[in-house]
């Protein structure tokens, strides 16, 4: 069977497409920028079985070259953590132009992930996702809706949410919305969903709702984590707290952007519960309760074996959509800053030194003046230091890493490449690379920073001091740690 996939390199997309390939389907994946895709995760053997295809689907001019013999195709696309105001047009304009894909191929069956909307006062989020739906039902192909409350799972915006929330703050005064009643899912139990309606007709033209065991309020939710953690939490909510205050208290303490968590918030006055079990009779499967699901996206942690998360999403408002072009670090009209330091140890440990860099492990010097950093960057809207890392170990191209996103990572030949996502007044690099030099290995390290403007001038000279303190002692770190 072949099987067109919108969304691989996303949260959802990158966890369904290897049992999709794993069920002996050939996978037909349309991503923004080919370069982004995972071609490093996956064996020769499984890539035989995977086509990929540089499509934008916010832009009309199509590509010629979808297959026409598609049998099912899968729209996990959403814009929920965009800082587009017209998310919505973003939106209906990307699904239409899917439509027209789907169209001119041979496909008998579209899937679609929305969000459970039964109730009749909607935020925009779901409404936008409601008129997805209403965009995809005209198109040649039968539709088959899953609409799922919070997903829960290792890399998930809302378990990452709820995570920051419990871990760091043993009290909480929260806004009212914690009271709003929820039917949380596992993301193991989503993609057993999303595989198994494939091509099934008792699923064509039906929209079915998706949940756990246990319809629960935010309150529950949090509290079910800390218990699920070993932790003791009191939570107090007040009604005084709107949604605006709401989203920056969030920003704040959690690792989420304002868009993101001004769209959470706007959603969680809407009671998201399933109104009935039909998608049992289709796809019969194990659910997980609320708990199950926190624990074993713990395991995924622990393992260092998550797969995907929400931070690595471009789709953030915080980097423009074509970032993978900043590969090439600019030489004229720029600043910056190069220390090399010769060592002597085994190649391999600086790599991985390197490879750890940021998130628990921090930066190997001066990690309280890289909070401080961190903290200015939330103050005036930018990410800062609370996204972290997908993986401790592992870095790959589109990666967040802190207030970086990852442009290289050829751990091969030892190089890493990071573009800078903080608020500046300009664009900054931030670059490692062992090469070998008259018989000595040599960790070359280089910020370079290209100014906009006076003011980006002016914030060079001011930094200036705090660089020449932390990086020389950083690459020394690095080779030393």
Request: one cysteine or more; glycine letters at 6%; proline letters at 4%.
């Amino acid at each position: 069977m072949k099987i067109l996939l919108t969304g691989s390199t996303g949260y959802i997309g990158r966890r369904l497409l290897p049992v999709l390939v794993e069920a002996g389907h050939h996978v037909v994946c349309l991503v923004r920028d080919q370069r982004r895709f995972d071609w490093d995760d996956f064996t020769p053997e499984f890539l035989k079985n995977v086509t990929v295809i540089e499509v934008d689907l916010n832009n009309d001019l199509l590509p010629q070259t979808i297959p026409a013999d598609i049998d099912a195709a899968y729209y996990l696309v959403h814009s929920m953590s965009s800082s587009n105001p017209d998310f919505s047009s973003a939106e209906s304009q990307s699904a239409q132009n899917f439509v027209r894909i789907v169209n001119a191929t041979r496909a008998q069956q579209i899937i679609y992930l929305s969000g459970i909307v039964n109730d009749a006062d909607l935020s925009d989020h779901l409404l936008s996702r409601k008129n997805v739906e209403d965009i995809l039902a005209q198109a040649n192909a039968p539709l088959t809706v899953l609409r799922a409350a919070i997903i829960i799972g290792s890399g998930s915006a809302s378990f990452e949410i709820i995570r920051d929330l419990v871990e760091k703050l043993p009290m909480m005064i929260a806004p009212k919305w914690l009271k709003t009643r929820c039917q949380p899912i596992g993301i193991r139990n989503v993609i057993e969903y999303l595989h198994g309606v494939i091509l099934i007709p008792e699923a064509y033209n039906q929209t079915f709702d998706i949940g756990g065991t246990e319809v629960l309020t935010y309150k529950q939710m949090l509290y079910g984590f800390a218990r699920a953690r070993k932790l003791n939490r009191m939570i107090i909510t007040v009604p005084v707290l709107t949604p605006k205050l709401s989203s920056l208290w969030l920003v704040f303490v959690t690792s989420t952007t304002f868009s993101l968590a001004r769209n959470l918030v706007n959603s969680m006055k809407n009671e998201v519960i399933c109104r009935d079990t039909r998608i049992q009779k289709i796809v019969p499967t194990k659910l997980l309760s609320y708990e199950e699901a926190v624990r074993l996206a713990f395991d995924k942690i622990s393992q260092k074996s998550v797969i995907s998360s929400w931070k690595d999403s471009i789709s953030l408002g915080t980097l423009d959509k074509n970032f993978l072009d900043n590969v090439h670090v600019p030489e004229h009209a720029v600043f910056t800053d190069k220390r090399n330091v010769a060592f002597t140890r085994n190649r391999e440990e600086v790599i991985n030194n390197i490879w750890s860099i940021g998130g628990k492990r921090g930066w190997y010097f001066g990690n309280w003046m890289w909070r401080i950093r961190g903290l200015i960057d939330k103050m005036v809207g930018g990410v800062g230091l609370r996204r972290g890392r997908r993986s401790e170990t592992d870095l790959k191209p589109g990666d967040a890493l802190d207030f970086w996103r990852v442009l290289v990572a050829d751990k091969e030949n030892g190089r890493l490449l990071l573009f800078a996502e903080m608020k500046l007044p300009g664009e900054a690099w931030l670059e490692f690379k062992i090469k070998e030099q008259n018989g000595t290995q040599v960790l070359y390290q280089t910020a370079t920073f290209r100014p906009l403007g006076l003011w980006g001038r002016l914030y060079w000279y001011l930094v200036l001091p705090f660089h020449g303190l932390i990086f020389p002692l950083m690459a020394k770190g690095i080779v030393g740690r």
